[in-house]
């Protein structure tokens, strides 16, 4: 009798134990990389390295973009692109897959550029540095003075890459 209810009280913790499991691993965020954001079949053009002709002008700024990750939560590295924030923290910035992107050379495809909200903002140590941003993920674009954006993300963190 002993055993059975050692048993019984065994499998009822299991049970109590496996909500709380999947509550966790529902919040696992999704390692999303710049490829996973591209539609199977799309033709990236060139590099911007290779097509850069001194124009500043984005080359795809319509871009399709892949619906897999929508209102899902990822994490996501690239670089910062600032767009608004204090010395000491970042609002909203731009998340691209290179250094320099929408800086330095056109911005890449819309499909390829991430706008990124932090609500009470984040420090960012260093925006030469690639990093990994979490939060959650939409195909709602956006549309700035510096690019079109194929997804937004609700940010939650940021972390080294």
């Given at each position: 009798?002993?055993?059975?209810?050692?048993?019984?009280?065994?499998?009822?913790?299991?049970?109590?134990?496996?909500?709380?499991?999947?509550?966790n691993a529902a919040s696992q965020a999704v390692e999303v990389y710049w490829e996973d954001l591209v539609p199977e079949g799309f033709n990236e053009l060139a590099p911007p390295a290779v097509q850069h002709?001194?124009?500043?002008?984005?080359?795809?700024?319509?871009?399709?973009?892949?619906?897999?990750?929508?209102?899902?939560?990822?994490?996501?590295?690239?670089?910062?692109?600032?767009?608004?924030?204090?010395?000491?923290?970042?609002?909203?910035?731009?998340?691209?897959?290179?250094?320099?992107?929408?800086?330095?050379?056109?911005?890449?495809?819309?499909?390829?550029?991430?706008?990124?909200?932090?609500?009470?903002?984040?420090?960012?140590?260093?925006?030469?540095?690639?990093?990994?941003?979490?939060?959650?993920?939409?195909?709602?674009?956006?549309?700035?003075?510096?690019?079109?954006?194929?997804?937004?993300?609700?940010?939650?963190?940021?972390?080294?890459?």
């Amino acid at each position: 009798m002993q055993q059975i209810k050692q048993s019984l009280f065994i499998l009822f913790a299991v049970f109590i134990a496996l909500p709380s499991c999947n509550a966790n691993a529902a919040s696992q965020a999704v390692e999303v990389y710049w490829e996973d954001l591209v539609p199977e079949g799309f033709n990236e053009l060139a590099p911007p390295a290779v097509q850069h002709n001194g124009e500043m002008s984005q080359l795809q700024p319509d871009a399709p973009v892949v619906d897999t990750y929508d209102g899902k939560r990822v994490k996501i590295p690239g670089f910062v692109v600032p767009l608004e924030g204090t010395g000491e923290l970042t609002t909203e910035f731009l998340l691209v897959p290179y250094f320099g992107a929408c800086i330095h050379v056109p911005p890449p495809p819309s499909n390829q550029i991430v706008y990124v909200k932090f609500e009470e903002g984040v420090h960012i140590d260093n925006i030469y540095d690639a990093i990994w941003v979490t939060g959650e993920l939409s195909t709602d674009g956006w549309k700035g003075d510096i690019a079109s954006v194929g997804y937004r993300l609700k940010g939650e963190a940021v972390e080294g890459f």
